[in-house]
Every structure is written in structure tokens, then in C-alpha cells.
């Protein structure tokens, strides 16, 4: 059985046996080799990527088609990359020590997550007790539904205005998204090599909602927060976000693009107290 998965080669639970029995994955396919596992023995070398849990699906439905308002659209590739809709949602926390989001299709299907890599203890001890992180490096890893990296988005420390490199997970560059200006509405450049290919424009003051634009100012995707209600969103951290890209974009603007909703809010968010 051959699948397309950038999951390592190793010792999995066999999806073609028993449920004690483990197969050896090549890296790109399953073999004939299979072993007993041995409840007492040391786990497998390596742990099978797992999918994360599901959140319910009419829950992201209502989020997409009545709190964004985006009605129901053909169904896409199943990946981060070929789908028309990303719904991306912040993990609900008190107190924000690290980045986290789940990123789901209009029907509830997870498509990947974004997580906060690289923090200090130091790092997460000064975000408990100060507003200080805004003003230090913040790096998030975008990574497919069975946890495998596909961007890297850096935000070097700042004083005023963002600025967001991303990259291949290999280091190879995609490009930069670059706040423009701290007063009125909020835009970013998108830049690929020096060279503007698009931006992010907010539609209000207070940011909540952005049109995404290519170089010739047409619109190609748009940002919508979602409202969670007074009381969640007073007393955490979540922020929702429904990410919709009206056609297929080529490279590197799709990969700009797709990462446009996790960069407003990761360089705003800890901006939130001057911009409310």
C-alpha cells in the first residue's frame, strides 16, 4: 500500500493486521516486514504521526458559512495548499505562554496546525508576567495534518512595525510580509526577493478583517475573524480566523497567502492592547 507522506521510515501500527502488530514504513511505502509488539518491550522507534482531534464539524460550519459569511464551496485538494478555505483556530488559553492553532476545512476536516517553536523558559516566564513578548522573536511552524513542517514564519524582535520572513522548512526562502504602517489601517507588503507581489490590506481600524490583494490590486483571498462570543474572547486568548482563497493562486504568492492569517494575527495579536 503506498501513500504520498513525508513520514519517516520506522516500526508503525499496522493498518493491514492486528491491532498489536507493527509494520515497517520505508519512508515512502509500507513493506511486506511486520513484527508482534510486545506490550512490555520499548515503545517503536518511532511514534506514527497521528492526526489531530477532530473538533465538530457543524461547529466550523457555522463558523465559516454564518460567521464569516462564505457560503459552501466545492470541496479542494485536502491539503493546506489546494483548499479553498482554511478555518485556522487559536487554542483557547487563560494565559498565552505559546502560539497554537488548529487549521480545518469549511466542513471541519483537519487540514494541519501551527505551533510556537524555539521558546526559552525565560522566554515563557517573561510572557506570564509582562506584555514584554510583543518586542521579542517569535518563529511558528505550520505543519500538515500528520505533523509535517511545510513553512517556517519568523518574526524578528521589533519595536513598531512587523516584519515576517517565510521559508521552506530546508531554509530556502518563500518570502517576506511587511507591516507598512502603524496608524489607521494596518497593511502589509508581500515581497518575494525585493520585489512586491501583493498585500494585506485591513478594512477598518481596529483590523479585524483583511482583502488580500495581488500586485495588479486585485483581490485573490480575504481574512475574517470570527466572533466567539464576549465571554471567550474577554477572558482568553483565542483568536479565530476563516481564511478564503477565491481561485487557485501559483507559487510563491499561494504559500504568502496561506500564511497571511497566522502572520496578522502573530504580528498584531501582541499589539492587541495599543490597537484596541
Same mark, same amino acid.
Given at each position: 500500500?503506498?501513500?504520498?507522506?513525508?513520514? #519517516?521510515?520506522?516500526?508503525?501500527?499496522?493498518?493491514?493486521?492486528?491491532?498489536?502488530?507493527?509494520?515497517?514504513?520505508?519512508?515512502?511505502? $509500507?513493506?511486506?516486514?511486520?513484527?508482534?509488539?510486545?506490550? !512490555? !518491550?520499548?515503545?517503536?522507534?518511532?511514534?506514527?504521526?497521528?492526526?489531530? #482531534?477532530?473538533?465538530?464539524?457543524? !461547529?466550523?460550519?457555522?463558523? &465559516?458559512?454564518?460567521?464569516?459569511?462564505?457560503?459552501?464551496?466545492?470541496?479542494?485538494?485536502?491539503?493546506?495548499?489546494t483548499e479553498p478555505v @482554511?478555518?485556522?483556530?487559536?487554542?483557547?488559553? @487563560?494565559?498565552?505562554?505559546?502560539?497554537?492553532?488548529?487549521?480545518?476545512?469549511?466542513?471541519?476536516?483537519?487540514?494541519?496546525?501551527?505551533?510556537?517553536?524555539?521558546?526559552?523558559? %525565560?522566554?515563557?516566564?517573561?510572557?506570564?508576567?509582562?506584555? &514584554?513578548?510583543?518586542?521579542?522573536?517569535?518563529?511558528?511552524? /505550520?505543519?500538515?495534518?500528520?505533523?509535517?513542517p511545510q513553512l517556517v514564519? *519568523? +518574526?524578528?524582535? =521589533?519595536?513598531? =512595525?512587523?516584519?515576517?520572513?517565510?521559508?521552506?522548512?530546508?531554509?530556502? #526562502?518563500?518570502?517576506?510580509?511587511?507591516?507598512?504602517? &502603524?496608524?489607521?489601517?494596518?497593511?502589509?507588503?508581500?515581497?518575494?526577493?525585493?520585489?512586491? &507581489?501583493?498585500? /494585506? =490590506?485591513?478594512?477598518? $481600524?481596529? !483590523?479585524?478583517?483583511?482583502? /488580500?490583494?495581488?500586485?495588479?490590486?486585485?483581490?485573490?483571498?480575504?481574512?475574517?475573524?470570527?466572533?466567539?462570543?464576549?465571554?471567550?474572547?474577554?477572558?482568553?486568548?483565542?483568536?479565530?480566523?476563516?481564511?478564503?482563497?477565491?481561485?487557485?493562486?501559483?507559487?510563491? %504568492?499561494?504559500?504568502?497567502?496561506?500564511? *497571511?492569517? %497566522?502572520?496578522?494575527? *502573530?504580528?498584531?495579536?501582541?499589539?492587541? +492592547?495599543? @490597537?484596541?
Amino acid at each position: 500500500m503506498t501513500t504520498q507522506s513525508n513520514t #519517516p521510515a520506522g516500526w508503525y501500527p499496522d493498518p493491514q493486521g492486528a491491532p498489536q502488530s507493527l509494520r515497517w514504513w520505508d519512508g515512502s511505502q $509500507w513493506t511486506e516486514h511486520t513484527h508482534a509488539q510486545n506490550p !512490555a !518491550a520499548q515503545q517503536p522507534q518511532a511514534q506514527a504521526p497521528q492526526p489531530q #482531534p477532530q473538533p465538530q464539524p457543524h !461547529a466550523v460550519q457555522r463558523q &465559516v458559512q454564518q460567521q464569516a459569511g462564505i457560503a459552501p464551496t466545492a470541496q479542494g485538494g485536502g491539503s493546506l495548499f489546494t483548499e479553498p478555505v @482554511l478555518v485556522v483556530n487559536q487554542k483557547a488559553k @487563560l494565559i498565552e505562554l505559546t502560539n497554537e492553532y488548529s487549521v480545518m476545512d469549511q466542513n471541519g476536516n483537519v487540514l494541519g496546525s501551527v505551533t510556537e517553536i524555539g521558546q526559552s523558559s %525565560l522566554k515563557k516566564a517573561l510572557r506570564f508576567v509582562s506584555s &514584554v513578548d510583543q518586542f521579542m522573536t517569535h518563529k511558528l511552524e /505550520i505543519r500538515d495534518a500528520y505533523g509535517q513542517p511545510q513553512l517556517v514564519l *519568523t +518574526r524578528p524582535a =521589533k519595536f513598531m =512595525k512587523s516584519r515576517v520572513v517565510v521559508e521552506r522548512p530546508d531554509g530556502s #526562502p518563500v518570502g517576506e510580509i511587511v507591516q507598512q504602517n &502603524v496608524i489607521g489601517k494596518i497593511n502589509f507588503a508581500m515581497n518575494v526577493n525585493g520585489q512586491q &507581489v501583493g498585500a /494585506i =490590506k485591513a478594512e477598518n $481600524w481596529r !483590523a479585524w478583517n483583511f482583502a /488580500i490583494v495581488d500586485h495588479a490590486e486585485q483581490e485573490v483571498a480575504r481574512i475574517t475573524k470570527t466572533w466567539e462570543g464576549l465571554a471567550k474572547t474577554m477572558f482568553t486568548t483565542a483568536d479565530n480566523y476563516v481564511l478564503q482563497i477565491h481561485f487557485q493562486l501559483p507559487e510563491p %504568492l499561494l504559500s504568502l497567502v496561506v500564511a *497571511t492569517a %497566522l502572520t496578522v494575527d *502573530t504580528a498584531l495579536k501582541q499589539d492587541s +492592547r495599543g @490597537l484596541g
